[in-house]
């Protein structure tokens, strides 16, 4: 019936699209949109805005859905390229809001920094993809320079979490590329061992703070540890089932704050409980998952590598916002993803998971062509 309802162009589109994802994202989106009207007590147009920024991001994602994998391949070094040169941009003409300098005005502010969420990638997967693997040391030598460039530059923004995920991202490739468990387990010794030098010498003093908040929560609880604090108490006093929706005590009396961005998944646990958050996790899990799933689909080794590689950053960061929630983590700003308020981040999600069903689509040409 839905042949009849739509046009062949627009048909053919959503038959290249991966109908299951499609499904699972759109549900998530619908909760998301439920839960920021009650985090922003009822501020539809908050909520309006919101439903635009995912209509954006659902028409990037149909439009990278149809891309081939040799074009998004000869894209790899010039978005690349063109991102390293916004951010030594930003960090000499950069435009300053909160304490940070993340953003170019060109009309409007944009942020570089989340163009590289997905240019990291999709260079390291386009330089492993030139190359026989699994990977010889000095090629995994030059992957990680091509990572850690950019991480150090937004760094210095400086924005301590999407320097995280980013680099993450091409961590991520550089292991399905076949990286040997003895770099791994030297890499985890390394960072180790780094990480009280980092702590004394790499940190901002409120970053500090906020490691010291996570190793003693009861330090500053009125000051860096309040976050924490309250997000923990909204979680616990849903319980089970929850206080209903638009009931949630600790949002509404304005106790959490953030509560429509980093912290909204303590808004969810206050007002749907244990259960409900199990099944939004389920329903993250099922998403990861299924991208995990088209990823070995793909058709070469950069596809599979940069699929992979999206689908597990995308669990990094429901892993890194609900252990940062929960107090299992430092406050880092990283949004839940899909479920935050912001339309960078949605936008540039999307366009990911585009990108992924787009692996599948070129398997099945592969196939019928075979």
């Not at 240019?119 to 850690?148: G, T, W």
């Not at 923004?157 to 387990?185: C, E, H, K, N, R």
């Not at 980093?262 to 996790?281: H, K, Y």
């Not at 899990?285 to 596809?303: N, Q």
């Given at each position: ?272 409980g244990l259960a409900g958050n199990v099944l939004l996790i389920a329903l993250y899990v099922f998403i990861i998952w299924r991208g995990l799933y088209i990823a070995t689909k793909g058709e070469d080794s950069f596809a599979r590598l940069l699929a ?63």
């Amino acid at each position: 019936m839905i042949n009849y309802l739509l046009p062949d162009w627009l048909l053919k589109i959503f038959q290249k699209v991966d109908a299951v994802l499609l499904a699972a994202l759109s549900l998530l989106a619908f909760a998301a949109l439920v839960t920021l009207f009650s985090a922003s007590d009822g501020n539809i147009d908050q909520v309006y805005r919101q439903g635009i920024h995912f209509l954006l991001g659902l028409a990037l994602m149909l439009i990278f859905s149809q891309i081939q994998s040799k074009t998004l391949r000869q894209w790899s070094i010039w978005l690349y390229t063109g991102g390293l040169v916004l951010l030594v941009l930003v960090l000499m003409i950069g435009v300053e809001k909160k304490g940070a300098t993340r953003w170019l005005n060109v009309g409007v502010h944009i942020q570089p920094a989340e163009i590289m969420k997905l240019a990291v990638p999709m260079m390291v997967a386009y330089y492993f993809s030139e190359k026989s693997l699994p990977p010889r040391f000095i090629d995994i030598v030059v992957a990680l320079v091509l990572v850690f460039v950019p991480m150090l530059l937004i760094m210095k923004q400086p924005d301590l979490g999407t320097s995280i995920l980013i680099a993450t991202s091409g961590f991520f490739v550089i292991y399905l590329a076949g990286m040997s468990w003895w770099l791994i387990g030297s890499a985890v010794a390394l960072v180790s061992i780094a990480a009280p030098l980092m702590y004394q010498f790499g940190m901002h003093d409120y970053q500090r703070k906020r490691v010291d908040v996570l190793l003693n929560p009861e330090s500053d609880i009125l000051g860096t540890g309040y976050h924490i604090s309250q997000s923990k108490i909204a979680i616990g006093s849903g319980g089970v089932y929850g206080k209903g929706w638009l009931n949630g005590d600790q949002s509404h009396l304005d106790f959490l704050p953030e509560q429509h961005t980093d912290f909204i998944f303590a808004v969810f646990g206050e007002e749907f409980g244990l259960a409900g958050n199990v099944l939004l996790i389920a329903l993250y899990v099922f998403i990861i998952w299924r991208g995990l799933y088209i990823a070995t689909k793909g058709e070469d080794s950069f596809a599979r590598l940069l699929a992979g590689s999206l689908s597990l950053t995308f669990f990094f960061y429901l892993f890194v916002n609900t252990g940062m929630v929960t107090g299992l983590l430092p406050v880092v700003g990283v949004p839940l993803p899909l479920f935050s308020y912001g339309g960078t981040s949605v936008v540039t999600l999307m366009t990911a998971f585009g990108i992924i069903m787009g692996m599948k689509r070129r398997k099945r040409i592969y196939q019928q062509e075979g």
